[in-house]
């Protein structure tokens, strides 16, 4: 921590001092989602200034994409966003399956986007859980957990894996369904339907949480469009865009996709978002489940060869991931690795418009606003 003191003195002027502390917030993460450091320029109590210090997680993801096949980079792209795991593998099969021309069994493409909107409940769950303990309430995150383990059960039955599922393939999923899942994922569904209200009566009602939040760190569409902000963050402002309903993907040209929004673009606003669209994946997963009902017996993935190569040339696939939107651009030369595959993570444009919108707070206000923000380290740094 520096200290700069500027102090005018002079023949019969008053005393006059001002001071302007400099104050490191991190890089250790008592309360954020990775390792993330801020500088903070304080007049007083209120921010006057405010950088995102970022790298302190960067493993050269995108270079290592450059040196393996591609199953093995759908290990390496759920890992940048760990809770959003199969939500990240799709970006890479999606682009890839682009390249090939290639159509993926209709059982494939629903329980794809079944196990993406089981994902987006469970990212979401961790931050409704997690943002009310980071401005002082410990009791939501257990109803949150509660409802994360009964989800992971089901997840964890098909792919053996609780955070990195490595069930997405080039051309469908890794496996058949287990007999009798869809059974019992619907149960769960509707299982943490029925008691979701009890996280919206705790948290919702709660007169300290709202006066925490309300009000506070307020984003407008100009900054958003700005700096690339997306997902629920944005939409908290207003911003009407959903890749699920606007640039369908998977089956979600054949769902009734309910985008929501809200106008205040607080840290409440935020939050509100987070929390509704938890009941409108529950609703998408449950016609999910009714669709693979429907479908008669076939494959769930396509035959490839040992070794696949993708064809010369290039594609951009992108998808709305729990975060935001989340975009993969692939050059292909012909052969089994990619010649080089970029990465748009939603966490990166979230986080850098902090310097916008952290100065003039309180520092006080401070956690409320960074955790509103919904982000993962492992997915800004990359």
Known sequence: ????????????????????????????????????????????????????????????????????DFRQIVVLANRHD??????????????????????????????????????????????????P???????P?????????????????????RMHYMFNRVGGLKEELPAGWTARARKVVSEVRGRMGDIDDLIMGNEIFRARTRGV???????????????????ASGLDFDLRRDEPYLAYGDLDVRVVTRTEGDCLARFECLLDQVHAS????????????ELPPGPIN??????????????????????????YYLVSRGEKTPWRMKLRSASFNNIQVLKELLPGNLVADMIAILGSMFFVVGDIDK
């Open 282 to 293: 529950l609703d998408l997963a449950d016609a999910c489940l009714d669709r693979l009902a």
């Open 302 to 327: 396509q035959r490839l060869p040992k070794v696949l190569k993708v064809p010369e040339g290039h594609t951009y696939a992108w998808t709305e991931n729990p975060l935001g939107i989340n975009g």
């Open 133 to 139: 303990l980071e401005v002082g309430a410990i009791t």
């Open 217 to 235: 760190g307020v984003l407008t569409q100009e900054q958003i469009l700005q700096y690339g902000v997306s997902g629920p963050i944005a939409r």
């Open 82 to 131: 760990w809770l959003s795991a199969f939500s990240s593998e799709l970006g890479v099969v999606l682009a890839a399956e682009r390249m090939l021309g290639m159509e993926v069994p209709a059982r494939a493409v629903w329980a794809r986007t079944l196990l993406a909107e089981l994902n987006r409940i469970l990212n979401h769950l961790m931050f409704l859980g997690s943002y």
């Open 1 to 68: 921590m520096t200290t700069e003191r500027i102090v005018g003195i002079g023949a019969g002027a008053k005393e006059l001092a001002t001071e302007d502390m400099t104050l490191n917030i991190g890089p250790q993460h008592p309360s954020t989602h990775g390792v993330l450091r801020l500088r903070l320029t304080l007049d007083g109590e209120r921010i006057s200034a405010a950088e995102p210090i970022i790298g302190y997680m960067h493993r050269g993801a995108e270079k290592l994409f450059e040196v393996r």
């Open 141 to 161: 995150i257990f109803y949150a957990f509660r409802e994360r383990e009964a989800l992971q059960r089901v997840m964890e039955e098909i792919s053996g894996g």
